[in-house]
């Protein structure tokens, strides 16, 4: 949204000031100075009178006062505050996410593939949000830092796979390298970690690792950060497929899916956020729609505006009119030589009429 508007619009009251000395222009008298042999220094123009001079030194005057009050073009921008969340999603790659409990369009899918697009799809409801992923297995690693570049975000998370990492399921440490990556000294308030949460995404029980899952929950509690725990699969017996060598799918095994439902309530309960049990595409959906409800601000748009300097189009013109005045009010001359006329011996101009006898 734009428009234009003039800083300083009083030096258009000038404009008033040219009629009048336009009008006083025409009525003055002209003084007379007696200068002895003036007639003797006259040269005729080579121009003859012209109303340009005046009619371009008024226009320059004109504009001269337009850009005295400073047009400019002014944009209204609206944007909304880029304080938002804080949020760190951290993602089980155990080999148990293999399992293909999942169902999409009628065809079976493991539990990552169900999960990634329900996560890009809750990370792009979140513009105003710096978002950043950890991911563990056996361990847990920082993948993508807390960034509001979600683009190059969208790409670090197509890059994620099942067998990144050292296989295992070490929740306490993803959840205590997700807390880490939370340490903003300017958004803490009285040791409490503000406008910040997890969402921990797992499908089985903490066996590796040296934090154990509930002392990082009470060290989330501690810094006023809700963890919101996602436990993925469907009870009971699950279908893992079994790869050769090269990566080709042989067929499947059956596993018992180990969600530790217990452990994952009770980090919820602990820190402040909510347990969600996902067993298919459906309920994942939901759970981080929840989630996106529950962690929501609504920011208040603020503005601002952007002003562009437009008096040079102005200036330029009135300065080139005024020049080309100044030039026009000086004619050129042309600078006649009298001819020599005959003397005598003595300087006696002679005369060329006949003398009468």
Known sequence: MSHFALHDPIWLIALLALPLIAWLRGRRRVPVLLVPFAAAWHR?????????????????LALLIGALARPQKVEDKREVRSEGYDIMLAIDLSTSMRAEDFEKDGERINRLQAIKPVIQAFIDRRPADRIGIVLFSGRAYTMAPLTFDHDWLARQLARVRIGMIEDGTAIGDGLGVSLTRLEQAKRDSGGRRMGAFVVLLTDGANNRGSLQPQQAAELAKSRGIPVYTIGAGKEGYVPIPVYDDNNRKMGYRRMLSDVDEPALRQI??????????VA??????????AIDRAQKIEFQAKSYLITTE?????????????????????????ARVPAARPTTSNGAVLSAQPVKP
């Open 44 to 60: 005729p123009s080579l121009v003859a009178p012209s109303r340009w001079p005046v009619a371009l030194a008024f226009a320059g």
């Open 268 to 277: 919820a309960e602990t820190t402040g956020g909510k347990f969600f049990r």
């Open 280 to 289: 298919d595409t459906g309920t994942v959906e939901s759970a981080f729609k």
């Open 310 to 334: 437009l008096f040079w189009w102005l200036a330029a013109p009135a300065l080139a009119a005024l020049a080309l005045a100044a030039l026009f009010s000086r004619p050129l001359v042309w």
